[in-house]
């Protein structure tokens, strides 16, 4: 099990600058990913920063952890410049970006603010044709596309990702819902949440997930199981306790989640610099 802390990007956490420290941080303590939230808008009186600016910010001041977008909703996004995006924070990161991706949801009323669409349905379909647009540009192959929400006419994208065979992408999903975990998948991990901002899946729930995602993998890859929680980091053998149920379940992350709980920034920089819980 690795073992990162995700940051909001929004009140506190709004100021590049300060991302970037805490990304610094973390790598400093042991983490071994730092990857934040992907939101335009939550309340009207509440900064919020571009999650790309800051990830570029915080890909400039590590060498080692991982980071990315934790997750983006490709609704809202043209695929071609997100392709565009990941690829560049790929090679100014060293080969370090894992995209995040998933539906949204108009919780902060980002949809209904900006017009986007409602449906659930009309969402996931234009997720589907992102993912397809996006990793047939990394491809830098000659590549066209033509769907019911978006059409690329024939083209290529230079450079290519430094990773290969291309940027790992992992899929959110709220379980049990099934849907968004045969989308998954079909690539590189799962984000698994209960579908609100304070509770998290059981053990027993990710033991139940794994077993319905293997049956659905039908390629021998690294698949990566992704798990949402809080440890004090006050106790190694209490923390340990808690990360070693999901790991023997099958999660290989553990994102330490620093929103609602550590609203302050002062509290994430308390609990980064304690370090990462460890497996016994």
């Known amino acids: ?43 009207r009186s509440v900064p919020v920063a571009d999650p790309w600016i800051a990830l570029s910010a915080m890909a400039l001041v590590t060498k080692r ?14 695929p071609w410049k997100v392709a565009r995006e990941t690829v560049t924070l790929d090679h100014l990161s060293g080969g370090r970006l ?3 991706v998933g539906l949204g949801s108009d919780t902060f009323h980002e949809i209904t603010a900006f017009d986007g669409p409602l449906a659930d349905k009309r969402r996931a379909e234009m997720l589907d044709e992102s993912l ?22 024939e083209t290529a994208f230079l450079p290519t ?15 049990p819902k099934k849907p968004p975990f045969r989308r998954a998948a ?15 899946l059981s053990p ?34 209490e923390d340990s306790e808690i990360v070693t149920r999901y790991a023997a379940a099958g999660s290989t992350w553990w994102i330490e989640s620093m929103f609602p709980r550590r ?13 990462p819980p460890r497996i016994t």
């Not at 929004?10 to 992907?38: I, K, N, T």
């Not at 027993?204 to 794994?210: A, G, I, L, T, Y």
């Open 1 to 43: 099990m690795r073992f990162a802390i995700d940051l909001p990007n929004f009140g506190e956490y709004s100021d590049p600058h300060v991302l970037a420290q805490l990304a610094r941080e973390a790598e400093d303590a042991g983490w071994d990913g730092c990857f934040m939230w992907d939101h335009i808008q939550v309340e």
């Open 65 to 78: 952890i991982r980071i990315g977008p934790l997750v983006t909703p490709l609704f809202r996004r043209h």
């Open 204 to 237: 027993e729930q990710v033991s139940d997930m794994v077993a319905y995602l293997t049956r659905l993998r039908s390629v021998d890859s690294v698949f990566d199981i992704l798990q949402f929680g809080e440890t004090p980091g006050l106790s190694k053998a």
């Open 98 to 100: 894992t995209l995040g």
């Open 161 to 175: 990702p430094l990773q290969s065979p291309r940027i790992p992408i992992w899929i959110a999903g709220t379980w």
């Open 263 to 275: 609203s302050e920034v002062k509290e994430a920089r308390l609990r980064i610099r304690r370090g």
């Open 186 to 200: 079909r690539y590189d991990g799962v984000v698994a949440v209960r579908g609100d901002l304070q509770s998290a």
């Open 132 to 153: 397809a647009i996006i990793t047939g540009l990394w491809s830098g192959a000659s590549f066209s596309f033509s769907g019911k929400h978006f059409r690329v006419n």
